[in-house]
């Protein structure tokens, strides 16, 4: 158990909590269907974002407030379950994939985007260029090799929908009902099988107790959870310990802006249009892809004193949509920036918590060690 009075500001992620799926896990929102209609499918969200993560720590530890209150968490990530320290984060931007090798790297010369190096036909071919890779947390330093590298091995995501109906039948007859026994009721779900030689990974400055089953995602899909205490010279530690740079990649989507204005960067000038960070360091260049959606719902009730009611039947209220700039987005900076731990809640969103809470914007450093 953790002792939040050890270390009151929780400023280090200690443990990696795996998810190990028992069946599906929740992939989409799902659809109801009516008896004229059997086909659709509804947009799907996978992996689950870190809020979906914290309903569980608020659920273990809602007698123990310190902790909660202090609760820091990232990801999604993912792993091999006979290897959870070598952690698979999403490729950045910059990184020319083909073939599930990196062969080349993107670099900031002369006011846009060009290859580090000579670039055959081929491989300017933008159809022959995969997208959505995932790379391994040992390979990071290659990655960040101003020398020659030999191609480095990505993974694709080691998942895949699989559809799967809920239907509500009569007691007597082999027929779908609805709650008023007339119409008729079936809900079709893409659910996500996961290769079972791998894990979801999230980082946490708490553990979770090991002996029992979670809900994790929605509609009943069950999972176990195991948490890892991270051990120095992991290569998750090393990397976070480490200043982002002037010259890095989001590895968790980055949340910025107002309540009601999402930006690319946690400051933006009004007139121009500029970016930068809120110490003024500028961003000289970004490399990105288009906002993805994020929302998640949270308690609603609190007393005087700002802490949360916990009422069994009292509903979420559910958080003000937001535009996440995606992780692998590769941003070059006017100045170097100290390690992410060390940026300060206050230049993130808050509502209800500060963004930092869910891991927005975790960045790893690119430029050479």
Known sequence: MVNASNNPRFTQFTHRILIHPLGL?????GRFLSPENLVGRSGAHFPPDTPTLSGIYAAQYRDQPDILGALLLA???????????????????????RDHHIRHRLVWRDGRWQPESFVNDQDKDYKHRQADTWIGLKDWATLRSPQPFDPIPVRDAPWKPVPHLHPR?????????????????????????????????YLSNAPLPENSVYRFGGEGHLVQITSHKIQPGEYVRSLLDQPVGDHFSLVCPGVWGSNRLSYRAPCRHKDTGSLSWPDGNAVQALLTQRPRPFRFRMGNQ????????????????????????????VYVMERSLPPWLQWPAEQFPKEGYSFKRWGCGLALPLSAA
Not at 25 to 29: A, E, H, N, R
Not at 75 to 97: C, L, M, Q, R, S
Not at 320 to 325: E, H, L, N, Q
């Open 25 to 29: 896990l929740y992939g989409s929102k």
């Open 302 to 329: 609190q007393d005087e004193a700002g802490n949360d009611i916990h009422q069994e039947k009292q509903p979420k209220l559910l958080s003000r949509g937001r535009y996440a700039v995606p992780s692998g987005s």
């Open 169 to 201: 039948l009569r007691e007597e007859e082999r027929r779908s009902v609805g709650s008023n026994g007339d119409l008729g009721s079936l809900f079709l779900e893409y659910g996500i099988q996961l290769d079972p030689e791998v894990c979801l990974v």
């Open 75 to 97: 990801g999604p990530f993912w792993a091999k379950t006979t290897e959870p320290e070598n952690i698979y984060v999403p490729t950045p931007f910059h990184a020319w994939v």
